[in-house]
């Protein structure tokens, strides 16, 4: 089975690391008040654009991979499956400017493996299909119900961003409920 995963808020847990820098940084309220927003990657105003472009990175780095992260990938790596890194980070958009680098050098510190790496990826129904994926694991419930709606399996894994937000699609609260949901 080909396995699609997003990183931030799947495999890391970079929403709790970017609260930490939102609460260092914000002067004016701006960030804590569009807190959500700038948990899904919205860069909504220049004040909040900035805000990325000058922390991303550090965020990204500092994020902790989620429990049970690592030994689920493996076990999947290790039965055969092919798993697909299919996030948005990427040299395409200024505010993850040499996200590539980080996230390549994060992954092989944390030895999270994988059988590709898809960067600058805004339409994951599209890649999911052009590399034939069976089933996408993602934070984002658009993301999710375009892939579904694709006719490609997906299934949402619950964040501190999308816990209160309705959807059909099939959700997961942590590694361990995902490894059954995909058996």
Request: with cysteine.
């Amino acid at each position: 089975m080909k396995i699609g995963f997003d990183i931030d808020d799947v495999i890391t847990d970079t929403s709790s690391s970017m609260k930490n820098y939102v609460m260092k940084y914000d002067k004016n309220g701006e960030l804590k008040a569009n807190m959500e927003d700038i948990m899904r990657g919205d860069a909504s105003t220049p004040f909040i654009e900035q805000f990325f472009v000058d922390h991303f990175l550090s965020i990204a780095k500092s994020a902790k991979v989620k429990p049970h992260a690592y030994e689920v990938i493996q076990n999947l790596l290790a039965h055969g499956h092919e798993i697909y890194l299919i996030t948005a980070r990427g040299e395409e958009q200024k505010i993850f400017h040499d996200a590539e680098a980080l996230t390549l050098a994060y992954l092989k510190e944390h030895s999270i493996g994988y059988t590709d790496l898809i960067f600058n990826c805004v339409d994951k129904a599209k890649v999911c299909k052009d590399y034939k994926i069976d089933v996408m694991v993602d934070d984002s419930i658009k993301h999710c119900e375009a892939v579904r709606n694709a006719g490609i399996r997906s299934i949402l894994f619950t964040s501190c961003v999308n816990e209160t937000l309705p959807t059909t699609v099939t959700r997961v609260k942590d590694w361990w409920e995902l490894e059954k949901e995909l058996k």
